[in-house]
């Protein structure tokens, strides 16, 4: 048992806990061969570097509510091809289709983090994935990596009809579990959706910063290492 205020423990997954860069650079780059995509965009680097750009800029449109999940999946490779001058939607939607399809095959996690969430489970601490991906997605990247089993309930944005940082996505979560703020813990690599969420309905927060990147918030505990959550719990 844990005599630890908090009994709930919410954890981001994307960065988090499962290897986001990582995983998705090994997809990308199996697309770029399998696709032939070098005789458009000439390297990797450069292909990877304009979906990113591509990508980051729909998913805050998503996030604004001013895009479908269809069309961000599809649209971020539909611009990166365009902007190439491969102006082909029925080509971006395989490349889609196959990507949403790899991605979640990718087993590689951060450093340490089936080590903490063994931990956590012996201590008898109710843990939970909260998350802004998709679910068909989320639950196959929990499973792939063996990360599932730790997990009483995954509450994703699709389900809660919000994302973090907005304060209903967290209230879904307490709804989900039974939870309230006070005896509970987020645990998140995004200073402006996570910690910033939780901080909304006045969650307790420790912030993952691996590459300790320089910043001004004031997160209630920061971490570089998954491991030094045990100094915390």
């Known amino acids: 048992m844990n005599n630890s205020k908090y009994k709930h423990i919410f954890f981001d997954l994307d960065r988090t806990l499962w290897d986001f860069n990582k995983n998705s650079e090994v997809s990308l780059n199996q697309l770029f061969r399998d696709y032939q995509l070098q005789s458009i965009f000439g390297s990797f680097l450069f292909f990877k570097s304009r979906y990113e750009y591509h990508n980051g800029k729909l998913w805050n449109a998503y996030y604004q509510k001013r895009i479908k999940k269809e069309d961000l999946m599809y649209r971020r490779f539909y611009l990166t091809l365009k902007e190439a001058g491969k102006n ?16 979640p095959l990718q087993t590689v996690t951060l450093p340490n983090a089936h080590q903490i969430l063994e931990y956590l489970k012996t201590k008898k601490y109710q843990l939970y994935i909260i998350t802004n991906g998709f679910n068909e997605v989320q639950a196959k990247k929990l499973q792939n990596s063996k990360l599932d089993a730790y997990f009483t309930e995954v509450i994703t944005s699709e389900d809660a009809g919000a ?71």
């Open 88 to 103: 082909d939607l029925d080509l971006a939607k395989e490349i889609a289709k196959d990507f949403i399809e790899i991605t």
């Open 163 to 233: 994302n973090k940082p907005t304060p209903q996505i967290f209230e879904y979560a307490f709804n989900k579990s039974g939870a309230v703020a006070n005896n509970s813990l987020l645990i998140g690599d995004d200073l402006s959706t996570d910690i910033a969420g939780a901080k909304r309905v006045k969650m307790d927060q420790i912030y993952f910063n691996p590459h300790r990147i320089n910043h001004k918030d004031e997160p209630t505990f920061e971490i570089s290492d998954l491991l030094e959550i045990k100094n915390i719990l």
